[in-house]
C-alpha cells in the first residue's frame, strides 16, 4: 500500500471504537454498576485520605505529602478511564472521538508517568528515614519535598506529551477498533503500519529505559532498606519500619509488573482476555486499593480518618436537626 493511502486512512479517522465487555443489555448494567461501584469506592477512599491528610497537621511530613500527591494521581487515573466505559454500557455504545482518545492516551501517561516517577521518590524517602535519619530533616525539607514532587508531575506531563505526539503521529490503516476499554497505547499502536510503528518505535525504548533505571534504583534502596531493618536491636522498631515499607512494596510490585507487561510484553502474548486483565490490575485495581494498603497498619492515618468521618456526620447531623427546626 503507498504511503500517502496510509496517511490518508489514519488522517479520516474520527472515532475509535472501544471493548465492549458484553453484548447483552442485562450483561452491560451488570458491568456498568461494578464499574459504578468500584469508582465510588476509589473516590470516597481517596478522597477521604486526601482530606484527612490535608486537615490533620500532625500529618504534615514528608512521607503523608507524597501520600497526598499519591492519591490525587490515582483519582486523576480511574477517573480517565472507568467513567467512559460506564457510559458506553449504560448508553450501548462503544465510540470514543479521536480528540476524546488522544486526550485518554495523554492523560493516562501524564498520571501513571507521574506516579511511578513519585514512587521512586517515596522509595527515596523511605530509605532516607531508616539509613540515614540523622540527615532527614536536611535531606527531606519542605522545599526539598515540593521539588521533587514538582519534578514527578512534570516528568510524567513530559512523557505523556512525547508518547502522545508519537503515538497520534503514526498512519493507522488497520480500521479504528480498539481491543480495550479505554485508549491503550499498544492497542492503537497495533492500528498503525508496520513500517511506520517500526520507525517510531525509539521512544518507547528510551522511556522503558528511563523507567528501568526508576525502577533499579527502587529496589537497591530497599535492599539497603532492608538491610538496616533487620539490623535494628528493637523488635518495635523492626516493626513499625516494616509497617512503614510493605505497603508501599506492595505497590510499586503489582503497579510496575503489570504495567511494564502491558506495555512492553510480546505481541506473541498478547490476547484480548489477558489484555483486558492486565489492564484493569494496572489502571483500576491500584487506585482503588492504595488507600487500604496505605492506611491497614497504619495507625496516624486510621486515627485521622476516623476524625474526618466522625467530623462529616456530625457536621451532617447538625444541619439536618437545624432543618428540622
Same mark, same amino acid.
Given at each position: 500500500?503507498?504511503?500517502?493511502?496510509?496517511?490518508?486512512?489514519?488522517?479520516?479517522?474520527?472515532?475509535?471504537?472501544?471493548?465492549?465487555?458484553?453484548?447483552?443489555?442485562?450483561?452491560?448494567?451488570?458491568?456498568?454498576?461494578?464499574?459504578?461501584?468500584?469508582?465510588?469506592?476509589?473516590?470516597?477512599?481517596?478522597?477521604?485520605?486526601?482530606?484527612?491528610?490535608?486537615?490533620?497537621?500532625?500529618?504534615?511530613?514528608?512521607?503523608?505529602?507524597?501520600?497526598?500527591?499519591?492519591?490525587?494521581?490515582?483519582?486523576?487515573?480511574?477517573?480517565?478511564?472507568?467513567?467512559?466505559?460506564?457510559?458506553?454500557?449504560?448508553?450501548?455504545?462503544?465510540?470514543?472521538?479521536?480528540?476524546?482518545?488522544?486526550?485518554?492516551?495523554?492523560?493516562?501517561?501524564?498520571?501513571?508517568?507521574?506516579?511511578?516517577?513519585?514512587?521512586?521518590?517515596?522509595? %527515596?524517602?523511605?530509605?532516607?528515614?531508616?539509613?540515614?535519619?540523622?540527615? %532527614?530533616?536536611?535531606?527531606?525539607?519542605?522545599?526539598?519535598?515540593?521539588?521533587?514532587?514538582?519534578?514527578?508531575?512534570?516528568?510524567?506531563?513530559?512523557?505523556?506529551?512525547?508518547?502522545?505526539?508519537?503515538?497520534?503521529?503514526?498512519?493507522?490503516?488497520?480500521?479504528?477498533?480498539?481491543?480495550?476499554?479505554?485508549?491503550?497505547?499498544?492497542?492503537?499502536?497495533?492500528?498503525?503500519?508496520?513500517?511506520?510503528?517500526?520507525?517510531?518505535?525509539?521512544?518507547?525504548?528510551?522511556?522503558?529505559?528511563?523507567?528501568?533505571?526508576?525502577?533499579?534504583?527502587?529496589?537497591?534502596?530497599?535492599?539497603?532498606?532492608?538491610?538496616?531493618?533487620?539490623?535494628?536491636?528493637?523488635?518495635?522498631?523492626?516493626?513499625?519500619?516494616?509497617?512503614?515499607?510493605?505497603?508501599?512494596?506492595?505497590?510499586?510490585?503489582?503497579?510496575?509488573?503489570?504495567?511494564?507487561?502491558?506495555?512492553?510484553?510480546?505481541?506473541?502474548?498478547?490476547?484480548?482476555?489477558?489484555?483486558?486483565?492486565?489492564?484493569?490490575? %494496572?489502571?483500576?485495581?491500584?487506585?482503588?486499593?492504595?488507600?487500604?494498603?496505605?492506611?491497614?497498619?497504619?495507625?496516624?492515618?486510621?486515627?485521622?480518618?476516623?476524625?474526618?468521618?466522625?467530623?462529616?456526620?456530625?457536621?451532617?447531623?447538625?444541619?439536618?436537626?437545624?432543618?428540622?427546626?
Amino acid at each position: 500500500m503507498p504511503r500517502d493511502s496510509k496517511m490518508s486512512n489514519s488522517s479520516s479517522i474520527n472515532e475509535f471504537l472501544l471493548l465492549a465487555f458484553a453484548d447483552t443489555r442485562e450483561l452491560q448494567l451488570l458491568h456498568f454498576s461494578l464499574f459504578l461501584g468500584i469508582y465510588l469506592a476509589a473516590l470516597l477512599g481517596n478522597g477521604l485520605i486526601s482530606t484527612a491528610v490535608a486537615c490533620d497537621h500532625r500529618l504534615h511530613t514528608p512521607m503523608y505529602f507524597f501520600l497526598l500527591n499519591l492519591f490525587l494521581l490515582d483519582l486523576g487515573t480511574i477517573s480517565t478511564t472507568v467513567p467512559k466505559s460506564m457510559a458506553n454500557s449504560l448508553w450501548n455504545t462503544r465510540a470514543i472521538s479521536y480528540s476524546g482518545c488522544a486526550a485518554q492516551v495523554f492523560l493516562l501517561f501524564f498520571l501513571i508517568g507521574g506516579e511511578y516517577f513519585l514512587i521512586t521518590v517515596m522509595a %527515596y524517602d523511605r530509605f532516607v528515614a531508616i539509613c540515614r535519619p540523622l540527615h %532527614y530533616g536536611t535531606l527531606m525539607g519542605s522545599r526539598a519535598c515540593v521539588k521533587m514532587a514538582a519534578a514527578a508531575w512534570a516528568s510524567g506531563f513530559l512523557n505523556a506529551l512525547l508518547h502522545t505526539a508519537n503515538t497520534f503521529s503514526i498512519p493507522l490503516c488497520q480500521g479504528n477498533t480498539v481491543d480495550q476499554f479505554f485508549c491503550e497505547m499498544p492497542q492503537i499502536l497495533k492500528l498503525s503500519c508496520s513500517d511506520s510503528y517500526l520507525r517510531e518505535a525509539g521512544l518507547p525504548v528510551v522511556i522503558a529505559c528511563l523507567m528501568f533505571g526508576c525502577f533499579v534504583f527502587i529496589v537497591l534502596s530497599y535492599v539497603q532498606i532492608f538491610t538496616a531493618v533487620l539490623r535494628m536491636p528493637s523488635e518495635q522498631g523492626r516493626h513499625k519500619a516494616f509497617s512503614m515499607c510493605i505497603p508501599h512494596l506492595a505497590v510499586v510490585s503489582l503497579f510496575v509488573s503489570t504495567g511494564v507487561f502491558a506495555y512492553l510484553k510480546p505481541p506473541s502474548l498478547s490476547s484480548p482476555a489477558l489484555d483486558l486483565v492486565v489492564a484493569v490490575l %494496572y489502571a483500576v485495581v491500584p487506585p482503588t486499593l492504595n488507600p487500604l494498603i496505605y492506611s491497614m497498619r497504619n495507625k496516624e492515618l486510621k486515627n485521622a480518618l476516623r476524625k474526618v468521618i466522625s467530623w462529616t456526620f456530625f457536621s451532617t447531623g447538625n444541619i439536618a436537626i437545624a432543618l428540622h427546626k
